[in-house]
């Protein structure tokens, strides 16, 4: 990646924001897609603005609001957007959503833009770039403790009871939506972590473990193992995010509590 493809995602999230600010979060009918999510006019006019302002030849489209197209797999660069990450929080007029891409290359995650609008937070970055924050340059902190730190938890698996163990452990917790303005706020230093021990879609997390890497923290499977994108199946088993000096103290934590 290089400076051009951050220039990119920025310019393709101002559009982006243009056309999602004729849709009013909260006052916004929607439909339900088959597995049950909810779906808006708005995901889709995103979407077709993303798909315009991206892609270039010989480069890869991965989203969640248009068909997989097997080809992406045999290019080396694929951009994974999600035109709403937290849908049904921009239905609920709750300002936890936003528009999320990211730029993998062979596998890895290596650039990411994410916009949410309602909190007017643009933070982009890449690999050897570091990360902005509505153009500011923004540094991720570095505790070692996790004794304390503030780890942004899903607002849907809270209230399904999958976070109660992790209340009973010497971290604070905040409930936030959508998982890549999560990861957004790790990246730009304004979270210690972020971690969801259920699948997500690549589309889900990919801008955002860009981020995060450039800002030099740790992204992980739950296993520890790297997290791989662009794959057939476009599914991870679950997302760790966290600060640089967190990764093995979070990995002792959840294993913890999982016995």
């Not at 902005?132 to 209230?159: Q, W, Y």
């Not at 997500?200 to 981020?211: F, N, P, S, T, Y």
């Amino acid at each position: 990646m290089n400076e051009k493809d951050l220039v990119r995602i920025e310019r393709a999230l101002v559009a982006a924001r243009e056309v999602v600010a004729a849709f009013t979060p909260g006052e916004i009918e929607s439909v339900l897609k088959t597995g049950g999510d909810p779906l808006t006019k708005a995901d889709l006019a995103v979407n077709a603005v993303l798909a315009e302002s991206l892609p270039e030849p010989g480069e890869g489209w991965l989203s969640e609001e248009t068909a997989d197209d097997s080809s992406r797999l045999e290019c080396s660069r694929v951009w994974v957007v999600d035109p709403i990450d937290g849908t049904r929080e921009f239905i609920q007029g709750i300002p936890e959503w936003c528009i999320s891409v990211g730029l993998v290359e062979e596998g890895r995650a290596v650039a990411g833009g994410i916009l949410n609008p309602s909190t007017d937070q643009l933070i982009v970055g890449g690999e050897g770039h570091g990360v902005t924050l509505n153009g500011r340059a923004v540094t991720m902190g570095a505790p070692t403790d996790i004794r304390g730190a503030l780890v942004l938890a899903s607002r849907s698996e809270v209230k399904r009871g999958e976070w109660d163990a992790f209340f009973r452990e010497p971290i604070s917790i905040r409930n936030v939506g959508s998982v890549a303005y999560k990861l957004g706020l790790v990246a730009a230093g304004l979270a210690d972590g972020t971690w969801t021990l259920v699948p997500k879609h690549e589309w889900d997390v990919a801008a955002g473990a860009a981020l995060v890497l450039a800002g030099g923290g740790v992204v992980m499977n739950p296993d520890g193992t790297a997290a791989v994108f662009n794959q057939a199946n476009p599914k991870l088993k679950g997302f760790i995010a966290v600060s640089s000096g967190l990764g093995e103290p979070t990995m002792e934590l959840i294993r913890k509590v999982q016995g």
